[in-house]
């Protein structure tokens, strides 16, 4: 079994920076994807940003141009670098793994989630 673990969340004010860490422990399996997602209270989770095994990445139009998504293969860690923070960005984000943990069976593994409050 794999498990996520983000970090980094907190109260920011609106202009300010936050960088999220993901860590992905346990068993040893290929990270094919791995992404941010967010969700804000009374909205359905949606997808911040993520980046592939080959180094791609895909933003959120919401966040393009002020988040950077980026990964450590080594530590087995993801990251999320969020810039010019708007109240709208408040919610709690989850890291979202999808492991190949066999030749044609994939897996999606989540997080438990670290809430972002953007204060104006």
């Known amino acids: 079994q794999v498990q996520l673990v983000e970090s980094g969340g907190g109260l920011v004010q609106a202009g300010g920076s936050l960088r999220l860490s993901c860590t992905a422990s346990g068993r040893t399996f290929t990270i094919v994807t791995t992404g941010w997602y967010r969700q804000a209270p009374g909205k359905q989770r949606e997808l911040v940003a993520e980046?592939?095994?080959?180094?791609?990445?895909n933003y959120a139009d919401s966040v393009r141009g002020r988040a950077t998504i980026s990964r450590d293969n080594a530590k087995s860690m993801v990251f999320l670098q969020m810039n010019d923070l708007k109240p709208e960005d408040t919610a709690v984000y989850y890291c979202k793994a999808r492991l190949q943990v066999s030749i044609e069976g994939f897996v999606e593994v989540w997080g438990q989630g670290t809430l972002v409050t953007v204060s104006s």
């Open positions: 980046i592939n095994s080959g180094g791609l990445t």
